[in-house]
Protein backbone atom coordinates (compact mmCIF):
# COMPACT_ATOMS: atom_id res chain seq x y z
CA UNK A 1 0.00 0.00 0.00
CA UNK A 2 0.93 3.71 -0.53
CA UNK A 3 3.55 4.80 2.37
CA UNK A 4 3.68 8.31 3.36
CA UNK A 5 7.09 9.19 2.11
CA UNK A 6 6.48 8.04 -1.50
CA UNK A 7 4.00 6.02 -3.80
CA UNK A 8 5.07 2.30 -3.04
CA UNK A 9 2.59 -0.63 -3.55
CA UNK A 10 1.92 -3.74 -3.40
CA UNK A 11 -0.26 -6.07 -5.36
CA UNK A 12 -3.76 -5.54 -4.37
CA UNK A 13 -5.03 -9.49 -3.21
CA UNK A 14 -8.23 -10.91 -1.67
CA UNK A 15 -8.68 -7.74 -0.02
CA UNK A 16 -5.14 -7.01 0.96
CA UNK A 17 -1.93 -5.60 0.47
CA UNK A 18 0.62 -8.00 0.16
CA UNK A 19 4.13 -8.39 -1.35
CA UNK A 20 5.46 -10.34 -4.07
CA UNK A 21 7.00 -13.47 -3.07
CA UNK A 22 9.81 -12.68 -5.04
CA UNK A 23 11.09 -9.45 -3.25
CA UNK A 24 11.40 -7.55 -5.99
CA UNK A 25 10.20 -4.45 -7.31
CA UNK A 26 10.14 -2.16 -10.32
CA UNK A 27 10.99 1.72 -10.20
CA UNK A 28 8.59 4.11 -12.06
CA UNK A 29 10.30 7.47 -13.20
CA UNK A 30 8.19 10.48 -14.54
CA UNK A 31 8.72 10.48 -18.70
CA UNK A 32 8.88 14.50 -18.60
CA UNK A 33 11.99 14.21 -15.77
CA UNK A 34 14.08 11.64 -15.01
CA UNK A 35 14.90 12.71 -11.57
CA UNK A 36 11.57 12.44 -10.26
CA UNK A 37 10.44 9.05 -9.46
CA UNK A 38 6.85 8.48 -8.89
CA UNK A 39 6.81 5.69 -7.03
CA UNK A 40 7.77 1.68 -6.76
CA UNK A 41 5.36 -1.08 -8.06
CA UNK A 42 6.18 -5.36 -7.42
CA UNK A 43 7.82 -7.32 -9.67
CA UNK A 44 5.86 -10.58 -9.03
CA UNK A 45 5.79 -14.01 -9.85
CA UNK A 46 3.60 -16.69 -10.64
CA UNK A 47 2.94 -17.56 -7.24
CA UNK A 48 1.56 -13.92 -6.55
CA UNK A 49 -0.39 -14.98 -9.80
CA UNK A 50 -2.06 -17.79 -8.52
CA UNK A 51 -2.23 -16.81 -5.02
CA UNK A 52 -4.89 -13.81 -6.97
CA UNK A 53 -6.44 -16.17 -9.31
CA UNK A 54 -6.93 -18.52 -6.10
CA UNK A 55 -8.63 -15.37 -4.65
CA UNK A 56 -11.18 -14.52 -7.65
CA UNK A 57 -11.75 -18.23 -7.93
CA UNK A 58 -13.12 -18.51 -4.42
CA UNK A 59 -15.04 -15.22 -4.41
CA UNK A 60 -16.93 -15.60 -7.81
CA UNK A 61 -19.76 -17.90 -6.28
CA UNK A 62 -21.00 -15.47 -3.86
CA UNK A 63 -19.90 -12.07 -6.11
CA UNK A 64 -22.61 -13.65 -8.79
CA UNK A 65 -25.21 -14.69 -6.36
CA UNK A 66 -25.46 -11.13 -5.61
CA UNK A 67 -28.48 -9.18 -7.46
CA UNK A 68 -27.36 -7.13 -10.01
CA UNK A 69 -28.70 -4.02 -8.38
CA UNK A 70 -26.64 -4.85 -5.22
CA UNK A 71 -23.16 -5.26 -7.56
CA UNK A 72 -24.05 -1.91 -8.96
CA UNK A 73 -24.32 -0.30 -5.77
CA UNK A 74 -20.25 -1.29 -5.12
CA UNK A 75 -19.51 0.16 -8.51
CA UNK A 76 -21.29 3.98 -7.58
CA UNK A 77 -19.29 3.29 -4.19
CA UNK A 78 -16.08 3.26 -6.19
CA UNK A 79 -16.83 5.68 -8.71
CA UNK A 80 -17.67 7.88 -5.68
CA UNK A 81 -14.10 7.14 -4.62
CA UNK A 82 -12.65 7.84 -7.68
CA UNK A 83 -14.37 11.41 -7.82
CA UNK A 84 -13.27 12.34 -4.71
CA UNK A 85 -9.45 11.37 -5.51
CA UNK A 86 -9.61 12.58 -9.25
CA UNK A 87 -7.17 14.91 -9.12
CA UNK A 88 -4.45 12.78 -7.17
CA UNK A 89 -5.17 9.95 -9.48
CA UNK A 90 -4.59 13.00 -12.53
CA UNK A 91 -1.93 13.81 -11.21
CA UNK A 92 -0.18 10.35 -10.84
CA UNK A 93 -0.98 9.74 -14.13
CA UNK A 94 0.51 12.84 -15.74
CA UNK A 95 3.98 11.86 -13.49
CA UNK A 96 3.90 8.16 -14.45
CA UNK A 97 3.23 8.28 -18.02
CA UNK A 98 3.34 12.09 -19.50
CA UNK A 99 -0.49 12.99 -20.90
CA UNK A 100 -1.01 16.51 -19.94
CA UNK A 101 -2.80 17.10 -16.82
CA UNK A 102 -6.04 18.07 -18.51
CA UNK A 103 -6.10 15.00 -20.49
CA UNK A 104 -5.53 12.89 -17.30
CA UNK A 105 -8.40 14.59 -15.45
CA UNK A 106 -10.48 14.44 -18.48
CA UNK A 107 -9.68 10.58 -18.39
CA UNK A 108 -10.04 10.07 -14.65
CA UNK A 109 -13.79 11.80 -15.22
CA UNK A 110 -14.58 9.27 -18.07
CA UNK A 111 -13.49 6.25 -15.72
CA UNK A 112 -15.51 7.29 -13.07
CA UNK A 113 -19.14 7.81 -15.80
CA UNK A 114 -17.66 4.36 -17.05
CA UNK A 115 -18.34 2.75 -13.21
CA UNK A 116 -21.35 4.73 -13.16
CA UNK A 117 -22.86 3.84 -16.82
CA UNK A 118 -22.20 -0.03 -15.58
CA UNK A 119 -23.40 0.37 -12.28
CA UNK A 120 -27.20 1.35 -13.81
CA UNK A 121 -26.57 -2.07 -16.00
CA UNK A 122 -26.98 -3.82 -12.62
CA UNK A 123 -30.83 -2.90 -13.50
CA UNK A 124 -31.12 -3.68 -17.03
CA UNK A 125 -32.70 -6.70 -18.31
CA UNK A 126 -30.69 -9.66 -19.06
CA UNK A 127 -32.67 -12.28 -21.07
CA UNK A 128 -35.67 -12.49 -23.30
CA UNK A 129 -38.90 -14.72 -23.21
CA UNK A 130 -39.00 -16.96 -26.35
CA UNK A 131 -42.17 -18.81 -27.53
CA UNK A 132 -42.47 -22.45 -27.41
CA UNK A 133 -44.13 -24.85 -29.42
CA UNK A 134 -45.46 -26.72 -26.50
CA UNK A 135 -48.43 -24.31 -25.36
CA UNK A 136 -47.79 -25.78 -21.53
CA UNK A 137 -43.98 -24.34 -21.34
CA UNK A 138 -42.18 -21.40 -20.90
CA UNK A 139 -39.00 -20.68 -22.71
CA UNK A 140 -36.65 -17.30 -21.87
CA UNK A 141 -33.03 -16.61 -21.89
CA UNK A 142 -30.82 -15.52 -18.70
CA UNK A 143 -27.23 -14.70 -18.73
CA UNK A 144 -24.32 -16.39 -16.64
CA UNK A 145 -21.31 -14.55 -15.48
CA UNK A 146 -18.11 -16.49 -16.75
CA UNK A 147 -16.16 -17.12 -13.66
CA UNK A 148 -12.69 -14.98 -13.58
CA UNK A 149 -12.07 -12.89 -15.43
CA UNK A 150 -8.29 -11.60 -16.49
CA UNK A 151 -7.88 -8.57 -17.31
CA UNK A 152 -4.14 -7.04 -19.68
CA UNK A 153 -4.28 -3.42 -19.66
CA UNK A 154 -1.94 -1.36 -21.41
CA UNK A 155 -0.32 2.00 -20.50
CA UNK A 156 -1.71 4.94 -22.28
CA UNK A 157 -5.10 4.58 -21.04
CA UNK A 158 -4.43 3.94 -17.72
CA UNK A 159 -8.11 4.53 -15.89
CA UNK A 160 -10.06 4.69 -18.84
CA UNK A 161 -9.16 0.99 -20.10
CA UNK A 162 -9.03 -0.87 -16.72
CA UNK A 163 -12.66 0.46 -15.71
CA UNK A 164 -13.90 -0.14 -19.11
CA UNK A 165 -12.73 -3.63 -18.76
CA UNK A 166 -13.02 -4.45 -15.11
CA UNK A 167 -16.52 -2.71 -14.42
CA UNK A 168 -18.73 -4.65 -17.27
CA UNK A 169 -16.43 -7.85 -16.08
CA UNK A 170 -17.99 -7.27 -12.23
CA UNK A 171 -21.47 -6.10 -13.10
CA UNK A 172 -22.25 -9.29 -14.73
CA UNK A 173 -21.25 -11.25 -12.10
CA UNK A 174 -17.21 -12.03 -12.76
CA UNK A 175 -14.71 -11.40 -10.22
CA UNK A 176 -11.16 -9.64 -11.91
CA UNK A 177 -7.27 -10.80 -12.11
CA UNK A 178 -5.63 -7.21 -13.62
CA UNK A 179 -2.00 -6.77 -14.59
CA UNK A 180 -1.71 -3.17 -15.76
CA UNK A 181 1.41 -2.55 -18.12
CA UNK A 182 4.06 -1.74 -15.75
CA UNK A 183 4.54 1.74 -16.84
CA UNK A 184 1.19 2.90 -15.46
CA UNK A 185 1.14 0.37 -12.64
CA UNK A 186 0.81 3.17 -9.90
CA UNK A 187 -2.48 4.71 -11.57
CA UNK A 188 -4.09 1.13 -11.58
CA UNK A 189 -3.16 0.75 -7.68
CA UNK A 190 -4.64 4.16 -6.66
CA UNK A 191 -7.46 2.65 -8.64
CA UNK A 192 -7.75 -0.36 -6.84
CA UNK A 193 -7.43 1.84 -3.38
CA UNK A 194 -10.25 2.97 -4.44
CA UNK A 195 -12.42 -0.55 -4.81
CA UNK A 196 -10.67 -1.14 -1.14
CA UNK A 197 -12.48 1.85 0.04
CA UNK A 198 -15.20 1.15 -1.64
CA UNK A 199 -15.35 -2.18 0.63
CA UNK A 200 -15.77 -4.79 -2.55
CA UNK A 201 -15.95 -8.49 -0.76
CA UNK A 202 -12.52 -9.75 -0.60
CA UNK A 203 -11.30 -11.90 -3.99
CA UNK A 204 -13.73 -9.83 -6.24
CA UNK A 205 -11.42 -7.99 -7.44
CA UNK A 206 -7.50 -8.30 -7.47
CA UNK A 207 -4.15 -6.72 -9.22
CA UNK A 208 -0.87 -8.53 -9.98
CA UNK A 209 1.98 -6.15 -11.11
CA UNK A 210 4.84 -7.56 -13.07
CA UNK A 211 6.42 -8.28 -16.11
CA UNK A 212 4.04 -9.34 -19.14
CA UNK A 213 6.41 -12.31 -20.11
CA UNK A 214 5.16 -13.71 -16.45
CA UNK A 215 2.05 -12.74 -15.74
CA UNK A 216 0.28 -11.74 -18.82
CA UNK A 217 1.14 -14.81 -19.90
CA UNK A 218 0.32 -16.80 -16.54
CA UNK A 219 -3.04 -15.66 -17.19
CA UNK A 220 -3.92 -16.92 -20.17
CA UNK A 221 -2.20 -20.25 -19.53
CA UNK A 222 -3.76 -20.46 -16.24
CA UNK A 223 -6.91 -23.27 -15.69
CA UNK A 224 -8.74 -21.06 -13.51
CA UNK A 225 -8.95 -18.05 -15.68
CA UNK A 226 -12.11 -18.19 -17.73
CA UNK A 227 -11.64 -15.17 -20.26
CA UNK A 228 -9.39 -12.36 -20.61
CA UNK A 229 -9.66 -9.36 -22.00
CA UNK A 230 -6.36 -7.67 -23.91
CA UNK A 231 -5.88 -4.46 -25.05
CA UNK A 232 -1.84 -3.88 -26.75
CA UNK A 233 0.12 -5.08 -29.24
CA UNK A 234 -0.87 -7.51 -31.82
CA UNK A 235 2.44 -9.26 -31.25
CA UNK A 236 1.77 -9.62 -27.69
CA UNK A 237 -2.76 -10.00 -28.45
CA UNK A 238 -1.91 -12.51 -30.71
CA UNK A 239 0.11 -14.70 -28.81
CA UNK A 240 -2.17 -14.39 -25.68
CA UNK A 241 -5.21 -15.17 -27.78
CA UNK A 242 -3.90 -18.84 -29.04
CA UNK A 243 -2.99 -19.49 -25.32
CA UNK A 244 -6.49 -18.82 -24.42
CA UNK A 245 -7.73 -20.72 -27.22
CA UNK A 246 -6.01 -23.65 -27.19
CA UNK A 247 -7.63 -24.30 -23.40
CA UNK A 248 -10.70 -23.39 -24.48
CA UNK A 249 -10.89 -19.90 -22.77
CA UNK A 250 -13.14 -17.16 -24.21
CA UNK A 251 -10.91 -14.08 -25.28
CA UNK A 252 -11.09 -10.63 -26.69
CA UNK A 253 -8.08 -8.81 -28.39
CA UNK A 254 -8.43 -4.83 -28.95
CA UNK A 255 -5.25 -4.23 -30.81
CA UNK A 256 -3.63 -1.53 -33.28
CA UNK A 257 -4.54 0.93 -35.45
CA UNK A 258 -3.31 2.63 -38.81
CA UNK A 259 -6.45 5.03 -38.93
CA UNK A 260 -6.52 7.03 -41.58
CA UNK A 261 -8.38 10.77 -42.01
CA UNK A 262 -9.46 11.60 -45.74
CA UNK A 263 -9.79 15.29 -46.56
CA UNK A 264 -12.08 15.61 -49.62
CA UNK A 265 -11.91 18.84 -51.50
CA UNK A 266 -15.15 20.09 -49.92
CA UNK A 267 -14.11 20.01 -46.37
CA UNK A 268 -14.17 22.80 -44.27
CA UNK A 269 -10.13 22.83 -43.79
CA UNK A 270 -10.05 24.67 -40.83
CA UNK A 271 -12.11 22.04 -39.43
CA UNK A 272 -10.07 18.95 -40.91
CA UNK A 273 -6.95 20.88 -39.71
CA UNK A 274 -7.68 20.63 -36.08
CA UNK A 275 -9.44 17.37 -35.99
CA UNK A 276 -6.28 16.07 -37.62
CA UNK A 277 -3.94 17.83 -35.23
CA UNK A 278 -5.99 16.99 -32.18
CA UNK A 279 -6.48 13.38 -33.23
CA UNK A 280 -2.72 12.58 -34.33
CA UNK A 281 -0.70 14.67 -31.62
CA UNK A 282 -2.86 14.81 -28.80
CA UNK A 283 -1.18 12.39 -25.84
CA UNK A 284 1.84 12.28 -28.01
CA UNK A 285 0.22 9.96 -30.69
CA UNK A 286 -0.04 7.50 -27.92
CA UNK A 287 -3.74 6.05 -28.82
CA UNK A 288 -4.77 3.05 -30.71
CA UNK A 289 -7.17 5.31 -32.38
CA UNK A 290 -4.90 7.83 -33.26
CA UNK A 291 -4.84 10.39 -36.82
CA UNK A 292 -1.76 8.40 -39.12
CA UNK A 293 -2.43 9.10 -41.75
CA UNK A 294 -3.84 12.09 -43.81
CA UNK A 295 -5.32 11.28 -47.23
CA UNK A 296 -6.18 14.81 -48.70
CA UNK A 297 -7.12 15.22 -52.15
CA UNK A 298 -5.19 17.11 -54.88
CA UNK A 299 -7.35 20.46 -55.37
CA UNK A 300 -6.89 21.52 -51.75
CA UNK A 301 -3.82 19.55 -50.60
CA UNK A 302 -1.24 22.42 -50.76
CA UNK A 303 -4.01 24.73 -49.09
CA UNK A 304 -4.42 22.22 -46.69
CA UNK A 305 -0.86 21.32 -45.65
CA UNK A 306 0.18 24.80 -45.68
CA UNK A 307 -2.91 25.21 -42.40
CA UNK A 308 -1.42 21.85 -40.97
CA UNK A 309 1.74 23.16 -40.76
CA UNK A 310 1.36 26.41 -38.98
CA UNK A 311 -0.94 25.10 -36.43
CA UNK A 312 1.74 22.12 -35.87
CA UNK A 313 4.28 24.84 -35.33
CA UNK A 314 2.60 26.52 -32.72
CA UNK A 315 2.03 23.08 -30.61
CA UNK A 316 3.61 23.72 -27.24
CA UNK A 317 5.88 20.45 -26.10
CA UNK A 318 6.72 19.85 -22.03
CA UNK A 319 5.97 18.55 -18.76
CA UNK A 320 1.97 17.88 -18.64
CA UNK A 321 1.58 19.07 -15.28
CA UNK A 322 2.78 22.81 -16.27
CA UNK A 323 0.29 25.21 -17.85
CA UNK A 324 0.35 25.48 -21.26
CA UNK A 325 2.28 22.39 -22.41
CA UNK A 326 -0.60 20.97 -25.41
CA UNK A 327 2.11 17.47 -25.70
CA UNK A 328 3.82 15.89 -23.32
CA UNK A 329 6.77 13.25 -23.51
CA UNK A 330 6.84 9.97 -25.18
CA UNK A 331 5.72 7.54 -22.38
CA UNK A 332 9.45 5.77 -22.09
CA UNK A 333 12.29 5.44 -23.46
CA UNK A 334 11.80 2.18 -25.67
CA UNK A 335 8.60 4.01 -26.87
CA UNK A 336 10.81 7.16 -27.82
CA UNK A 337 13.35 5.25 -29.61
CA UNK A 338 10.41 3.56 -31.31
CA UNK A 339 9.02 6.83 -32.95
CA UNK A 340 12.42 8.01 -33.69
CA UNK A 341 13.42 4.61 -35.58
CA UNK A 342 10.04 5.55 -37.53
CA UNK A 343 10.73 8.64 -38.38
CA UNK A 344 14.52 7.67 -39.82
CA UNK A 345 12.51 4.83 -41.63
CA UNK A 346 10.38 7.80 -43.22
CA UNK A 347 13.36 9.63 -44.57
CA UNK A 348 14.96 6.72 -45.96
CA UNK A 349 12.47 5.35 -47.77
CA UNK A 350 11.79 8.82 -49.67
CA UNK A 351 9.44 10.77 -47.13
CA UNK A 352 9.83 14.40 -47.11
CA UNK A 353 10.40 15.59 -43.99
CA UNK A 354 7.89 18.73 -43.54
CA UNK A 355 8.75 19.54 -39.70
CA UNK A 356 9.75 18.11 -36.53
CA UNK A 357 11.62 14.60 -36.88
CA UNK A 358 13.84 15.40 -33.75
CA UNK A 359 14.42 14.51 -30.14
CA UNK A 360 14.21 17.66 -28.17
CA UNK A 361 16.99 17.69 -25.47
CA UNK A 362 17.85 21.81 -24.92
CA UNK A 363 16.77 23.34 -22.01
CA UNK A 364 16.34 20.80 -19.65
CA UNK A 365 14.69 18.56 -21.96
CA UNK A 366 17.16 15.61 -21.87
CA UNK A 367 16.04 14.39 -18.43
CA UNK A 368 12.98 13.28 -20.79
CA UNK A 369 11.54 11.33 -23.67
CA UNK A 370 10.65 14.46 -25.90
CA UNK A 371 10.55 14.41 -29.53
CA UNK A 372 9.08 16.82 -31.79
CA UNK A 373 5.23 16.62 -33.74
CA UNK A 374 6.33 15.39 -36.52
CA UNK A 375 4.97 16.04 -40.44
CA UNK A 376 5.82 13.61 -43.59
CA UNK A 377 4.85 14.77 -47.49
CA UNK A 378 5.33 12.47 -50.21
CA UNK A 379 3.96 9.60 -48.54
CA UNK A 380 3.14 6.02 -50.94
CA UNK A 381 0.95 3.53 -49.25
CA UNK A 382 3.44 0.75 -49.81
CA UNK A 383 6.34 2.79 -47.29
CA UNK A 384 6.89 1.39 -43.82
CA UNK A 385 5.44 4.90 -42.08
CA UNK A 386 2.00 3.98 -44.13
CA UNK A 387 1.59 0.55 -43.20
CA UNK A 388 2.96 0.14 -39.56
CA UNK A 389 1.78 1.72 -36.29
CA UNK A 390 4.00 4.35 -34.72
CA UNK A 391 2.45 4.61 -31.73
CA UNK A 392 4.33 8.91 -31.61
CA UNK A 393 3.45 11.95 -33.03
CA UNK A 394 4.01 11.12 -36.34
CA UNK A 395 1.43 12.56 -39.08
CA UNK A 396 1.49 11.32 -43.01
CA UNK A 397 0.55 13.30 -45.88
CA UNK A 398 -1.15 11.40 -48.59
CA UNK A 399 -1.93 12.97 -52.07
CA UNK A 400 -5.34 11.58 -54.07
CA UNK A 401 -7.27 12.44 -56.78
CA UNK A 402 -11.14 11.30 -55.96
CA UNK A 403 -12.70 9.92 -52.85
CA UNK A 404 -12.58 6.70 -54.49
CA UNK A 405 -8.79 6.71 -54.22
CA UNK A 406 -8.99 7.91 -51.00
CA UNK A 407 -10.74 5.06 -49.73
CA UNK A 408 -9.14 2.30 -51.65
CA UNK A 409 -5.94 4.02 -49.75
CA UNK A 410 -7.21 3.91 -46.19
CA UNK A 411 -8.01 0.65 -46.59
CA UNK A 412 -4.76 -0.72 -47.48
CA UNK A 413 -3.43 -1.65 -44.75
CA UNK A 414 -3.61 -4.67 -42.23
CA UNK A 415 -5.88 -2.77 -39.31
CA UNK A 416 -9.06 -1.77 -39.62
CA UNK A 417 -9.67 0.36 -36.32
CA UNK A 418 -11.10 3.98 -36.78
CA UNK A 419 -11.20 6.22 -40.12
CA UNK A 420 -12.49 9.67 -40.27
CA UNK A 421 -13.59 11.98 -42.80
CA UNK A 422 -14.28 15.62 -43.76
CA UNK A 423 -16.69 16.69 -45.69
CA UNK A 424 -19.88 18.49 -46.76
CA UNK A 425 -21.36 15.76 -48.81
CA UNK A 426 -23.81 13.32 -47.98
CA UNK A 427 -23.37 10.99 -50.67
CA UNK A 428 -19.39 10.87 -49.90
CA UNK A 429 -20.85 10.43 -46.42
CA UNK A 430 -22.58 7.52 -46.84
CA UNK A 431 -19.85 6.18 -49.50
CA UNK A 432 -17.61 6.86 -46.97
CA UNK A 433 -19.77 4.43 -44.03
CA UNK A 434 -20.34 1.83 -46.07
CA UNK A 435 -17.06 1.01 -48.19
CA UNK A 436 -14.34 1.74 -45.14
CA UNK A 437 -12.93 -1.85 -43.12
CA UNK A 438 -12.58 0.10 -39.72
CA UNK A 439 -15.12 -0.78 -36.84
CA UNK A 440 -15.47 3.31 -35.71
CA UNK A 441 -15.98 5.66 -38.63
CA UNK A 442 -16.75 9.21 -38.02
CA UNK A 443 -17.73 11.86 -40.35
CA UNK A 444 -16.59 15.56 -39.31
CA UNK A 445 -14.68 14.18 -36.76
CA UNK A 446 -11.00 13.29 -35.43
CA UNK A 447 -10.60 9.82 -35.95
CA UNK A 448 -9.68 9.04 -32.02
CA UNK A 449 -12.04 9.09 -28.90
CA UNK A 450 -15.90 6.75 -28.67
CA UNK A 451 -18.76 7.69 -26.23
CA UNK A 452 -18.67 4.69 -23.44
CA UNK A 453 -22.52 3.82 -24.28
CA UNK A 454 -21.36 2.94 -27.72
CA UNK A 455 -19.81 -0.19 -28.81
CA UNK A 456 -15.69 -0.06 -29.62
CA UNK A 457 -13.49 -2.23 -31.42
CA UNK A 458 -12.02 -3.12 -34.87
CA UNK A 459 -11.89 -5.18 -37.94
CA UNK A 460 -8.90 -7.26 -40.07
CA UNK A 461 -5.69 -7.14 -37.48
CA UNK A 462 -7.29 -4.53 -34.97
CA UNK A 463 -9.03 -7.21 -32.77
CA UNK A 464 -10.61 -10.35 -32.49
CA UNK A 465 -13.89 -9.09 -33.45
CA UNK A 466 -15.54 -8.69 -30.37
CA UNK A 467 -16.45 -5.14 -28.94
CA UNK A 468 -16.59 -3.08 -25.63
CA UNK A 469 -18.28 -0.42 -23.66
CA UNK A 470 -21.87 0.11 -23.93
CA UNK A 471 -24.32 -2.90 -23.86
CA UNK A 472 -22.11 -4.52 -26.43
CA UNK A 473 -19.79 -5.36 -23.57
CA UNK A 474 -22.91 -8.23 -21.74
CA UNK A 475 -21.45 -10.24 -24.98
CA UNK A 476 -18.13 -10.79 -23.79
CA UNK A 477 -18.61 -11.53 -19.97
CA UNK A 478 -21.43 -13.40 -20.25
CA UNK A 479 -22.79 -16.66 -21.31
CA UNK A 480 -26.20 -17.00 -22.48
CA UNK A 481 -28.33 -19.52 -20.54
CA UNK A 482 -31.77 -20.95 -22.39
CA UNK A 483 -34.35 -21.90 -19.76
CA UNK A 484 -36.88 -24.00 -20.72
CA UNK A 485 -39.90 -24.76 -18.23
CA UNK A 486 -42.72 -27.40 -18.66
Known amino acids: MQTAAKNAFSNYINGEWVKASTNEESTNRNPADLNDVVGTIQKSGEED ?147 AEAGLPNGVINMVTGPGSVIGQGIAEHSKVNALTFTGSNTVGKKLGQIALSRGAKYQLEMGGKNPVIVAEDADLDLAVDATISGGLKSTGQKCTATSRVIVQSSVYETFKEKLLEKVKEITVGDGLKDGIWMGPSASEAQLNTVLSYIEKGKEEG ?42 PVLALMKVENLEEGIELANNVEYGLSASIFTSNVQKMLSFIDDMDAGLVRVNAESAGVELQAPFGGMKQSSSHT ?3 GEAAKEFFTAVKTVFIK
Open 49 to 195: LNKAVEAADQAKKSWGKLAGAERGQYLYKVAEKIEQRKDEIAECMTREMGKTLPEAKGETARGVAILRYYAGEGMRKVGDVIPSSDKDALMFTTRAPLGVVGVITPWNFPVAIPMWKSAPALIYGNTVVIKPATEAALTCAKLMECF
Open 351 to 392: GELLCGGSRIKENGFDQGYFVEPTVFDNITSDMTIAQEEIFG
Open 467 to 469: REQ
